[in-house]
Each structure stands twice: as structure tokens, then as C-alpha cells.
């Protein structure tokens, strides 16, 4: 039997026993810090601390020779590279939008509460993507080159009558759908060429984002996303319909032949991922879609506002305009210097 004793000198930091062709041992020290980078080419904040000093009895089996390795008769160790070492988070590996989804999922699925702290309330979600829903069936009937598009329109009705009955009935009959066609056509009115080519301005290749239903819903919810991506108000809300709205309406005229219900109903579904974060949570806390209305009310007020200071400054105009002309002609009159 063949004994191995190894004395402990001086108890230090962590050490590896290598053999040498002499007999003789070397020491090689581990304390180093490990910098890592992911496949995905992002620097990766973690690092891995260097090794504390541990007092340890004995030495590990893997500082042994390889003689070692047959007395015991087990597999040699692996060694685990820098990589596996290192504790990877989960937003490194899939993007955020990705994760969010997902945790969403899961916290509809199986009841766990994975997402955001702060939770929209499900009908201002379910709400949100019916009036989309609505306002696209809108667009479509506005559009002159659509194929087959009295088909379109049916199958868009079906789709809002099976999968968001009450929340459609609601918007039109509380008013909220109206409010939304009238501050978007009011939007289009002012800036008419931003909401028009939409998927030519954000893209180098809109066919192909016109063609396929995820990179359209992607598009729509990227665009969205930086619109209320800072001090979001009803005017941008409005504006990310409007978008939604035009990619669905260039989508169905980009077809070839009947458009796929899926395809012009996709920007719907990047709506509903948006009000799943900040945007939702605002409209929850400024009265809920109702509050639409009211940001419409208060348009119509300040327009009626500006249209009687428009009549007031030009009455105001053309009476001093009256009194200067009967000025000149009293002083153009003989009688007046007599």
C-alpha cells in the first residue's frame, strides 16, 4: 500500500500541487478574478471574486498525482471552464421583451406573480386591444386598394365578437371609440405624412415586415414603445393607434390576395404587450379609458375657446378698420374745415 503524506507548512491562500517529471512539487496560487463574456457579445457585469483563503485538513484529491487517480479508481475530475464557473443571469440570456412575455405567461398560466410589481388591471388590457381591433376594421374600410376587403371586415367582427365582446360593446357605447377615431383623425390632419407609409419610414425592408405577422406585431410594438417612452399623454396614446392602425391598413394592401386575419391583426396583439408595462399602468391612473373622453371634451373646449378668440380679434380688426375709414372720409370732407 502505497501511503502519500503531505505537510501543511504555512496556511495561506488556496493552492494547486502540481508534479513535476522530478518528483518534486510545484505551487501554483489561484487567486485570480475571472472576467467573462457571454456568446452574445454583451459585457457581462459579473465577476467572479478571487478565492478566500480556506483552512483546509487535507489536500484535495485533484492535487494529487495521477496514481492517485487508479488507487481510487474513478474518472478524472473535469475541470469546469471560466464560463460555467460563472453565474449567468437570465436577462443575459434571453432580451427583456422576451423574459417579459414569459413571465407574463407564466404568471396567467399557473397564478405565480413572476412579473412587474406594479399589475395593469386585465380590462384596461383586454379594452385596449378590442379598441385597436376596432379602430383597424376602421382603417381598412377607409382604404381603397384592399383586396377583398368587405372579407376583411367580416372576419374582423367575428374576431371582436368571440374574443372581446363586452369591452367592444363597452367603447361603443360609452363613447371611447369615437373619442379615439376623432383625436386620431385630428392627429392625421395636423402631421398627415408621419402616419402615412409607416413601415416604408421604419424600415429598409417593408415587404417583408407587411408579410409576416411576428415581425409586424415586432415593428408595431418597437414604434410604440418609442413613442411613450417619456412623458406619455392621450395625444400619444392616439398616436400609437394611429401607427397600429396604418401598418394593418398597408399590410392588407400589400397582400396578394385575401389578407391573413392573423397578419392584420397583429399590431392588436403589440398593443396589448404595451399596456402590459408603463403605458397601462397610466391610463389606469388617469381614469382608465373614460378618460379619453374627457381628454376629447377638453380639445373640443379649447378648440371652442380659440374659435371665439379668432372671431373676437377679427371683429376688434375690422372695427378699428371701420373707424379709420370714416375718419379719413370726415376729414376728406369739405364741411370738415370749414
Known amino acids: 500500500m502505497i501511503i502519500f503524506t503531505v505537510h501543511l507548512a504555512k496556511i495561506g491562500p ?16 489561484n487567486n485570480i478574478a475571472i472576467h467573462v463574456t457571454p456568446p452574445d457579445g454583451e459585457e457581462d457585469d459579473e465577476i467572479v471574486p478571487p478565492l478566500r483563503p480556506r483552512r483546509k485538513l487535507s489536500s484535495p484529491l485533484s492535487s494529487l498525482p495521477s496514481a492517485v487517480e487508479g488507487f481510487v479508481g474513478g ?20 432580451s427583456s421583451a422576451a423574459a417579459a412575455a414569459v413571465s407574463r405567461r407564466l404568471s396567467a398560466t399557473i397564478g405565480w406573480c413572476l412579473a412587474s410589481p406594479t399589475q395593469v388591471k386585465p380590462q384596461i388590457v383586454r379594452q385596449g386591444r ?9 382603417q381598412i374600410r377607409r382604404s381603397s386598394i384592399c ?18 365582446g363586452e369591452e367592444a360593446i363597452s367603447n361603443t357605447e360609452n363613447g371611447v371609440l369615437a373619442a379615439l377615431r376623432a383625436l386620431c383623425a385630428a392627429l392625421e390632419r395636423k402631421r398627415p405624412d408621419a402616419f402615412r407609409h409607416v ?29 411613450t417612452r417619456e412623458n406619455i399623454t392621450w395625444s400619444k396614446i392616439a398616436a400609437v393607434y394611429c401607427v397600429c392602425g396604418a401598418l394593418a391598413r398597408e399590410a392588407a394592401e400589400a397582400s396578394d390576395g385575401e389578407p391573413a386575419l392573423e397578419l392584420v391583426a397583429a399590431p392588436a396583439a403589440a398593443i396589448a404587450d404595451l399596456l402590459h408595462e408603463e403605458p397601462g399602468s397610466w391610463i389606469a391612473a388617469h381614469g382608465g379609458w373614460s378618460g379619453l373622453i374627457e381628454r376629447l371634451r377638453v380639445s373640443e373646449r379649447d378648440q371652442r375657446s380659440e374659435k371665439t378668440l379668432r372671431v373676437m380679434v377679427w371683429f376688434f380688426v375690422m372695427a378699428c378698420f371701420v373707424l379709420l375709414l370714416l375718419r379719413w372720409v370726415i376729414q376728406g370732407h369739405p364741411a370738415y374745415y370749414s
Open 130 to 138: 378590442a379598441l385597436c381591433l376596432q379602430y383597424i376594421k376602421s
Open 147 to 164: 383586396p377583398k376587403k368587405q372579407i376583411v371586415m367580416k372576419r374582423l367582427q367575428q374576431m371582436l365578437e368571440t374574443e372581446c
Open 75 to 94: 474518472p478524472a475530475p473535469r475541470s469546469l471552464s471560466p464560463l460555467d464557473r460563472t453565474k449567468r443571469r437570465f436577462s443575459t440570456m434571453v
Open 199 to 227: 413601415a416604408r419610414q421604419a424600415t429598409r425592408a417593408p415587404t417583408t415586415m407587411l408579410r409576416s405577422d411576428t415581425a409586424l406585431a415586432e415593428l408595431a410594438l418597437a414604434l410604440a414603445r418609442r413613442i
Open 14 to 29: 488556496l493552492t494547486d500541487l502540481r508534479w513535476q517529471s522530478g518528483g518534486k512539487k510545484t505551487q501554483e496560487d
